[in-house]
Antibody
Framework: EVQLVESGGGLVQPGGSLRLSCAAS????????MTWVRQAPGKGLEWVSY????????YYADSVKGRFTISRDNPKNSLYLQMNSLRGEDTAVYFC??????????????WGQGTLVTVSS | DIQMTQSPSSLSASVGDRVTITCRAS??????LNWYQQKPGKAPKLLIY???SLQSGVPSRFSGSGSGTDFTLTISSLQPEDFVTYYC??????????FGQGTKLEIK
């Protein structure tokens, strides 16, 4: 059974840092592209970042570029999101999602339950 | 970046009704369009990929259509568990893979 479990969320002051983790199981993690998506309280979904299976191709939303870094550790079946210089508008539930590719289509077929990040003084 | 616009933002309907949600892309995305359903407090769930392909396990009352810039999600006969929020998302070319702003389906 495919499982994605996020952790690392919490309360952080503006300007602070936080590292989110996503533990994957039930599939060959090293073969899949992975993504972070966030959802501010009461708002819609916002795509945040992407990483390819080897970890050498990454993309970021303009809203987090230069502040967030996505990475992965394939032997540990883990995805990470290092978040620096956090702002109030980064307050959200952060989901990791597996990106399924059936050429040429791509979509997010499995999601974690999410971890809440609150940026506040 | 490609912008996705859903309409309506909210929709009132009754059990058994047929409803359609529309999603428009700011440029031609061919059929690189996915639909997700999200229940309160839960992660999104994939319903439709490639504009019209039903994800395994999703009830056949859900269907998708469209290509280019205009897409629709149709629910043929609403069930009580369908009154939640729906999002479209484009996966054309390279990321960012933007989402629409969501459509909340409410019971009339």
């Amino acid at each position: 059974e495919v499982q994605l479990v996020e952790s690392g969320g919490g309360l952080v002051q503006p300007g602070g840092s936080l590292r989110l983790s996503c533990a994957a199981s039930g599939f060959t993690f090293s073969s899949y592209e992975m993504t972070w998506v966030r959802q501010a309280p009461g708002k819609g979904l916002e795509w945040v970042s992407y990483i390819n299976p080897s970890g050498n191709t990454k993309y970021y939303a303009d809203s987090v570029k230069g502040r967030f870094t996505i990475s992965r550790d394939n032997p540990k079946n883990s995805l990470y999101l290092q978040m620096n210089s956090l702002r109030g508008e980064d307050t959200a539930v952060y989901f990791c999602a597996r990106e399924k590719e059936i050429q040429p289509w791509e979509y997010f077929d499995y999601w974690g339950q999410g971890t809440l990040v609150t940026v506040s003084s | 970046d490609i912008q996705m616009t859903q309409s309506p933002s909210s929709l009132s309907a009754s059990v058994g009704d047929r409803v359609t949600i529309t999603c428009r892309a700011s440029q031609n995305i061919r059929s690189y369009l996915n639909w997700y359903q999200q229940k309160p407090g839960k992660a999104p769930k994939l319903l439709i990929y490639a504009a019209s392909s039903l994800q395994s396990g999703v009830p056949s009352r859900f269907s998708g259509s469209g290509s280019g810039t205009d897409f629709t999600l149709t629910i043929s006969s609403l069930q009580p568990e369908d009154f939640v929020t729906y999002y479209c998302q484009q996966s054309y070319s390279t990321p960012p893979y933007t989402f629409g702003q969501g459509t909340k389906l409410e019971i009339k």
